[in-house]
């Protein structure tokens, strides 16, 4: 299965599947690229890359950091080099815009810089997954299929506030609690719709025919 991770980062799916096919695509130099995958340097808004490239097009943490006039040409993008599914995650809403501007404001009170994917987050609304699964099925019709959409929940808000808290206070303490989370993570609660960070939509295409 061919798969591009579109907007890649230095890591990106790389880092946690060493033995898939991946294409990486970002607007990072070569040497930045810490995994070994097939990287592409390119814009999401013009993927460098034929129709139907692609098994499954995934974009993680992505489209909340793109202006809200270029998400649209970036999903249509996404399902343009894809064949069978695109994923997309990205926070999901007002809640985890609240999360972020009191991350933010705590990191101004203690004079600490602002990160700028935080800058960027918050220089724009945080996409709705209603809005997102529209502009996948609008454009998937175009080539005559449609599209079955799932949406799954990712971070329980509670635990989201709690890394960016300790993220304050020392950088060990942010590494020691996102360990511990992820090694507890069955015992914690779990994220769904009204508390969860963050959103993955999952849309599969199917031909009318």
Partial sequence: MKILDAGCGEYG????????????????????????????????????????TFDISVSVDVLEHLAESARTEAINQLVKVSKRAVVI????????RLIDEKFKANLERRKQPVPQWLEEHLSHQYPDYADVIKTIDAEARKRGQTTSARIHYSENLGIARLLRNSNLYSRYAYLAINLFSGIFKRLMPAAKEGSAYRVIVVSEFKNDQ
Wanted: glycine share 8%; charged share 25%; net charge negative.
């Fill in 89 to 96: 995650t990205f926070p999901l809403g007002e809640p985890a």
């Fill in 13 to 52: 799916l790389g880092a946690f599947m060493p033995s898939a096919d991946i294409t990486g695509v970002d607007l990072l130099q070569e040497e930045d690229v810490r995994v070994p995958i097939k990287y592409v340097r390119g814009s999401l808004v013009d993927l460098p890359f034929p129709p139907e």
